[in-house]
């Protein structure tokens, strides 16, 4: 079973910078894409940023211009740079990939989140 394991949520004043980290584990053949998303209370899950294995990032408009998602293919680990963060950014933040096992089937899998709270 393919694991995700995120890291670096903390509580952040607004204007701050903080970097997420998420490092895939387990019977992983390839890793087609990677990315984040965040879980605002009261709201729906959203997409903030994918990559893929070519390097393709897209991001939402929100967030354009202040995050950067990267990915070291090597470790299968996707990293998430937050600058100029504001109030609103403030959400649970999920990993997620998708790919191949070893076994040749495809997975999507799911980290457990990383709380990210930004203070105004």
């Known amino acids: 079973q393919v694991q995700l394991v995120e890291s670096g949520g903390a509580l952040v004043q607004a204007g701050g910078s903080l970097r997420l980290s998420c490092a895939a584990s387990g019977p992983i053949f390839s890793v087609n894409s990677m990315g984040w998303y965040r879980e605002a209370p009261g709201k729906q899950r959203e997409l903030v940023a994918t990559?893929?294995?070519?390097?393709?990032?897209v991001y939402t408009d929100s967030v354009k211009g202040r995050f950067t998602i990267s990915r070291h293919s090597t470790w299968n680990t996707v990293y998430l740079q937050m600058n100029s963060l504001k109030h609103e950014d403030t959400a649970d933040y999920f990993c997620?990939?998708?790919?191949?096992?070893?076994?040749?089937?495809?997975?999507?899998?799911w980290g457990q989140g990383t709380q990210v709270t930004v203070s105004s």
């Open positions: 990559i893929s294995s070519d390097g393709t990032s």
């Open positions: 997620n990939a998708l790919g191949v096992t070893t076994s040749g089937r495809s997975f999507g899998s």
